[in-house]
Nanobody, 124 residues
């Protein structure tokens, strides 16, 4: 089992920055990759960024050039640096981990472990 706890959300003005953190504990060795998802009211949950065990990354088109995902050397901390935030970035952001990264990560059921989320609100 893996436990994930997010932090770093808050209220920020458009154009500002936030850094989200996700602390992982438990059976870390069972994790292949990790990612950040977000869900805004009335919208589907979407994959924002993901990183594999080898360091390969993926970003949704909507955040490319603005967000950066990273993982520390111990693979216990997942970060999402969010720059040039826009009002449309407002959402609950969730940290997730997968036993095996496949194309299923583009669906939320492609992840095996989830945090409770941290709220990001970007004012216009």
């Amino acid at each position: 089992q893996v436990q994930l706890v997010e932090s770093g959300g808050g209220l920020v003005q458009a154009g500002g920055s936030l850094r989200l953190s996700c602390a992982a504990s438990g059976s870390i060795s069972s994790i292949d990759g990790m990612g950040w998802y977000r869900q805004a009211p009335g919208k589907e949950r979407e994959l924002v960024a993901a990183i594999g065990s080898g360091g390969a990354t993926y970003y949704a088109d909507s955040v490319k050039g603005r967000f950066t995902i990273s993982r520390d050397n111990t693979k216990t901390i997942l970060l999402l640096q969010m720059n040039n935030l826009k009002p449309e970035d407002t959402a609950m952001y969730y940290c997730a981990a997968a036993k095996a990264i496949t194309t299923a990560i583009f669906r939320s059921d492609g992840m095996d472990y989830w945090g409770k989320g941290t709220l990001v609100t970007v004012s216009s």
